[in-house]
């Protein structure tokens, strides 16, 4: 099995969430380059352990989450699912994440039964081929000189199981060249992934939290916690599912930041098929200080 197989085995694992009573699971943690849990990786499973709960023919279409403190990479997760409500066409799902006894992650999110309905979407931007642009593995050495080898190569480490390609130059790559609060990045797992549609929708949970404040930094040329000019953390997010894709399929994650202010940074994105589908919208909001 070769490297990138294996980490995405071993993600697909830490999605694979332990049911120990009817409505409570625990899932593993790890660490994601920063000494704490990745905020995408609660995300994600928070909804497996929502998505659980749910019948089988309804799909996620939204959620809302607010990080409440840093999670423990050495220490489990708890997941408690509270069943709000199950109505005809809707299924609401509340989940509270618990390390060492106190929450650190809450997430609300909405389940529907597929429905016909009226049809429109935002165009897609006009972006490169995936295929033809670098890898993590092959830009990472351009800017060794900036990045910390450690962390450079637990970095790439981290992005293993999913192949993330720059459309144009990351944070780390732009310091002290401030440029249009706008990043563009393809994605998809770095493998084949099983048909169940929740675990697609929790992959790409789990994406959207790696580069969607991206735009905050490159506005001000700065490079982020990679080279040490900016700490950051994330608030809250909030993901609409609007129609059908696959994780394991190039993926368009087209972001931009409307604002800045007050220790925050906000992020907004689109996420789109390579055939031009809207799939799913993102908005973040994030801690951006600059270290005193």
């Given amino acids: ?41 609660v995300a994600a499973q928070a909804l497996v352990a929502a998505g659980r709960t749910v019948p089988e023919d309804r799909t996620a279409h939204s959620l809302h989450a607010y990080f409440l403190r840093m999670g423990d990479p050495g220490a489990p997760i708890v997941y408690t699912v509270d069943r709000i409500r199950d109505g005809r066409s809707f299924t609401t799902r509340r989940v509270v994440a618990v390390q060492h006894g106190q929450p650190i992650f809450h997430l609300s999110a909405s389940f529907q039964t597929y429905e016909e309905g009226l049809e429109h979407q935002a165009p897609m931007p006009s972006a490169p081929a995936p295929d033809s642009l670098p890898t993590a ?22 992005r293993a199981a999913v192949d993330l390609r720059y459309v144009d130059a990351p944070p780390f790559g732009s310091v002290g060249a401030p440029r249009e609060p706008r990043s563009q990045v393809w994605f998809r797992a770095n493998g084949k992934v099983a048909d169940d549609p929740l675990l697609h929708v929790c992959l790409v949970t789990y994406v959207s939290d790696m580069t969607l404040l991206d735009s905050v930094l490159l506005a001000h040329g700065r490079g982020g916690w990679t080279v040490g000019d900016v700490v950051g953390a994330s608030l809250d997010h909030a993901m609409w599912f609007h129609r059908p894709f696959r994780a394991d399929e190039w993926l368009l994650y087209d972001q931009e930041s409307p604002s800045a202010s007050g220790g925050r940074g906000l992020g907004q994105a689109r996420i789109y098929t390579e055939d031009g589908r809207l799939a799913v919208s993102v908005i973040q909001e994030g801690v951006v200080r600059v270290p005193r």
């Fill in 1 to 41: 099995m070769d490297t990138s197989n294996a980490a995405l085995d071993e993600l697909l694992a830490l999605l694979d969430l332990e049911r120990i009573e009817q409505d409570i699971f625990r899932g593993q943690s790890r660490s994601a380059v920063i000494p704490r849990v990745f905020g995408g990786q």
């Fill in 137 to 158: 593995e092959e830009i990472l050495p351009a800017y060794a000189q900036l990045i910390d080898p450690e962390i450079a190569e637990r970095l790439l480490q981290a």
